[in-house]
């Protein structure tokens, strides 16, 4: 089952504006983690929120994670020409007799204009 | 440098040759993966391992298969390659709490079978 759908599936937005990305998943998580990728490229882990926080921040981003609604959302703030890529949620689920599961969406195609 | 390392890169092939894409952390990661990504589909896992010598099936196995003889390598094997899987190949590590945890991605391998 697909987990982790990301909304919008792209997004162009001016140097300096915010950036806004939601993601939606079906089952119960372990934790919820957000990934970038430059076109082409391996992804990059962004940041990590586990099931029982809310919000969490690193640098200019910022995500939060509502547990009750199934969803997450990752806010780039004051963003730049760079911050111009793919952004990827995945949810971890536990898996009986096995180490777990990373489930990726489909993405949001971020293009910052400068 | 941490890194996860995969090769060949770029890999154009024919139909039925056999070819091995290799994978290798210096994390010592106990846990590691491998994706496909196709336009539309996202990241799916192929396999995945939880130790030395224990691989599993993910949810896209069919015309793979995988080894883990060693910690740091985990080379994925199409014994008889067709068109279908023409793809983005990403092989990734992950440490501490296991495969839901952060996972450190290669650069991937963009293969073509015609």
């Known amino acids: 089952s697909q987990q982790g759908e990301e909304d919008p599936q792209a997004l162009s937005i001016q140097e300096g504006e915010n950036a806004t990305m939601n993601c939606s998943y079906k089952?119960?998580?372990?934790?919820l983690q957000w990934y970038r990728q430059n076109s082409g490229r391996g992804l990059v882990h962004l940041i990590l929120i586990r099931s029982n926080e809310r919000e969490k921040h690193s640098g200019r981003l910022r995500v939060t994670l509502d547990t009750s609604k199934k969803s997450s959302s990752l806010l780039i703030t004051a963003s730049r020409a760079a911050d111009t890529a793919s952004y990827f949620c995945a949810t971890g689920q536990r898996v009986y007799n096995q180490g777990g599961k990373l489930i990726f969406g489909q993405g949001t195609e971020l293009s910052v204009k400068p | 440098e941490a890194q996860v390392t995969q090769n060949p890169r770029y890999l154009i092939t024919v139909t039925g040759k056999k070819l091995t894409v290799t994978c290798s952390q210096n994390?010592?990661?106990?846990?590691m993966s491998w994706y496909r990504q196709d336009p539309g589909l996202g990241l799916r896992q192929i396999y995945y391992?939880?130790?030395?010598?224990?691989?599993d099936k993910g949810d896209v196995p069919e015309g793979y298969k995988v080894s883990r003889k060693e910690k740091r390598n985990f080379p994925l094997i199409l014994e008889s390659p067709s068109p279908n899987q023409t793809s983005l190949y990403f092989c990734?590590?992950?440490?501490?709490?296991?495969?839901?945890?952060?996972?450190?991605f290669g650069p991937g391998t963009r293969l073509t079978v015609l």
């Open positions: 391992s939880m130790n030395v010598e224990a691989t």
């Open positions: 994390m010592n990661h106990e846990y």
């Open positions: 089952t119960s998580i372990n934790n």
């Open positions: 990734a590590s992950s440490g501490g709490r296991g495969l839901t945890d952060t996972q450190y």
